[in-house]
């Protein structure tokens, strides 16, 4: 496999799983206040969700509270943090993949959430280009928050090319200029 001889001893380690070790070494302690003052929905959709028998990975559930509260995130329980978004149906049947986000997003903002921060890419993606809401509501991955909140680039070049563009909501809490 790429050119590599196949080596047992490999081990492959999860975003989510190398984010816990770090943080349950300390790793964030010094940026408690890099995200102060953003209410965060947590969307973990049907990846991170699945019933125990159906996964092999251990539960991640509750870590991005974990990690978004210690970074001075306001994370909020809502009823659609496990939801799924549909990515699977876009193409299909978008229909679908359209009501469901409207419900995650509206559910989110009925939470008054300032943003929602998404587990997976895929549905950053799906909740972002189906979300037509009046309200907005600006979508984050978690990598991107962490990003910001430990002040690793200004986020600027990267957050000018989301659909839903984040930087008024960054800049009227002062976390970006």
Not at 29 to 41: D, F, I, M, Q
Not at 114 to 120: E, G, L, S
């Amino acid at each position: 496999m790429w050119g590599r001889a196949f080596d047992p001893d490999l081990q492959i380690t999860n975003f989510f799983e190398l984010i816990s070790e770090m943080a349950d070494n300390g790793a964030f302690k010094n940026h408690r206040t890099g995200l102060k003052g953003l209410r965060v929905a947590p969307y973990y959709g049907c990846m991170l969700s699945r019933p125990p028998i159906m996964r092999r990975e251990k539960n991640y559930y509750g870590l991005m509270e974990k990690l978004l509260s210690s970074l001075g995130a306001e994370t909020l329980q809502w009823n659609s943090a496990s939801r799924c978004c549909g990515t699977f149906l876009s193409a299909a049947r978008p229909d679908i993949a359209g009501r469901a986000i409207k419900n995650i997003i509206s559910e989110a903002e009925n939470a008054k959430a300032d943003c929602i921060v998404t587990a997976c890419a895929m549905c950053q993606m799906n909740l972002e280009i189906r979300g037509k809401l009046p309200g907005k509501t600006p979508i984050f991955h978690f990598s991107e928050v962490l990003s910001l909140s430990l002040g690793i680039g200004s986020g600027m070049g990267w957050f000018r090319r989301h659909l839903i563009d984040p930087r008024p909501l960054l800049r009227s809490k002062r976390l970006i200029s």
